[in-house]
């Protein structure tokens, strides 16, 4: 069988397991569709918020270098695509992906009003980041993993698009029966250990773990494996 063929086949085995894995949490992104992105800001950027308050000691966790090409997949109101463009310069450049174009338009919008250059958007789907294969050094993933209402497609979407030895960073609620908020046990699917199993089970290996950084979200740093998730 000619290489051509294994790749494709083995593209159409993606698109065939992408396409009958059923929503974990169907309707969880709806009051995204057409999202204020004014009133969100409020939200996300707003002291108290732990990440926030913590954004700047999150940035300098990831060790950002010039010149890395690095994702913020569901970037929100841009508040880390910003802050991890500037960390890239001179030559890097970070794609702020969510699946809200209002979110997207306004978030470069801000950036370009800033100053920032270097920063591009994507308007991703529920099951992909919409990404170029092999083309990140680093994906970054804060507070939305919960989200993903498809999470094997789209850890195979972001494996896919990572150079090989690329890292996956992702920031969570913890979720601890009888000590976290009702908000978070009704709102979070699964806590710190399912996840970690089910992108190890995508194809990538636990590097790092963060306990002193954050309190009410944990962080993890995961590896491409050289194998492709399955």
């Known amino acids: 069988m000619s290489v051509l063929r294994l790749v494709v086949v083995a593209f159409l085995l993606w698109a065939l397991n992408a396409t009958a894995e059923q929503s974990v949490n169907p309707g969880i992104n709806d009051h995204y569709q057409d999202p204020d ?122 494996h896919q698009s990572l150079r090989p030895g690329g890292d996956l960073v992702v920031i969570d609620f913890e979720r601890i029966p009888g000590v976290s908020s009702p908000w978070v046990l009704g709102h979070v699917r699964g806590g710190r250990e399912e996840v970690i199993e089910e992108i190890e089970a995508a194809g990538f290996r636990l590097v790092e773990q963060r306990p002193e950084l954050l309190r009410s979200n944990f962080y993890l740093r995961f590896r491409k494996s050289p194998e492709q998730a399955q």
Request: a neutral charge; one cysteine or more.
């Open 37 to 158: 992105y004014d009133e969100w800001v409020t939200v996300f950027e707003r002291p108290g918020r732990e990440l926030f308050d913590r954004r700047f000691q999150v940035v300098y966790a990831l060790g950002l270098k010039p010149g890395m090409r690095v994702a913020d997949i569901g970037a929100g109101t841009g508040l880390f695509s910003r802050l991890m463009a500037r960390a890239v310069r001179p030559g890097g450049r970070v794609i702020a992906v969510d699946i809200a174009p209002n979110f997207v338009d306004n978030l470069l919008r801000v950036a370009r009003e800033r100053g920032i250059d270097n920063l591009d958007g994507v308007v991703n789907d529920q099951k992909s980041t919409g990404l170029k294969p092999a083309s990140l050094d680093l994906a970054f993933i804060c507070d939305t993993y919960h989200h993903f209402e498809f999470p094997r497609a789209m850890l195979a979407s972001v």
